[in-house]
């Protein structure tokens, strides 16, 4: 065969080892072009591969959606292990038992102001609301437990807890706990 002269489909396939019906794909889409010696559909071939290997051309998109869709499932598999070794858990779930604990912790504080009247009686009124102004918002913030306090800094709270009894003004003594 003389690589210089028009080349059919069918021998152009018997060269490079595939069908028939492969190397009218290619023709299909443009890769060769009917008429073409062999030298030239043997060149546009290689750079067809060429580019295909180097991940660009038509074959290129459905390898990337590929890789894509490997990569997914590789996080599924992941995340699926981490389910099942009890390294991570749904979202809804760890939303629902802080907010479980929340109302339980809620609960627990809701009747300190009573029992700390009773274990205080010298309490001095202004004290008492002190103290019921600061559990009910240790209250609010428990009950009000969730995630998003993780990612949204809640600006009232003081780590510290001084703004939970204000310090009494000066000449006041008699007033704080």
Request: proline share 7%; glycine share 10%.
């Amino acid at each position: 065969m003389n690589p210089y002269e028009p080349v059919t489909q069918s021998e152009f396939a018997d060269w490079i080892g595939v069908t028939q019906q492969a190397v009218s794909d290619m023709v299909g889409r443009g890769v060769l072009h009917p008429g073409q010696s062999l030298k030239e559909w043997m060149r546009a071939y290689c750079n067809h591969m060429r580019g295909v290997a180097a991940g660009r051309g038509s074959d290129a998109e459905l390898a990337r959606e590929r890789a894509e869709l490997t990569r997914i499932n590789s996080q599924r598999a992941r995340l699926k292990l981490e389910m099942e070794q009890g390294e991570s858990a749904p979202i809804a779930a760890i939303e629902q038992v802080l907010a479980s604990i929340g109302r339980g912790i809620g609960g627990h504080l809701e009747p300190l102001p009573g029992v700390i009247h009773k274990l205080c009686p010298d309490l001095t009124p202004e004290a008492l609301k002190q103290v019921q102004a600061a559990v009910s918002k240790a209250c609010d913030l428990a009950v009000s437990a969730s995630l998003d306090l993780l990612t949204e800094p809640d600006e009232e709270a003081a780590p510290d807890g001084d703004d939970l009894f204000p310090q009494p003004a000066a000449g006041d003594e008699e007033g704080g706990i």
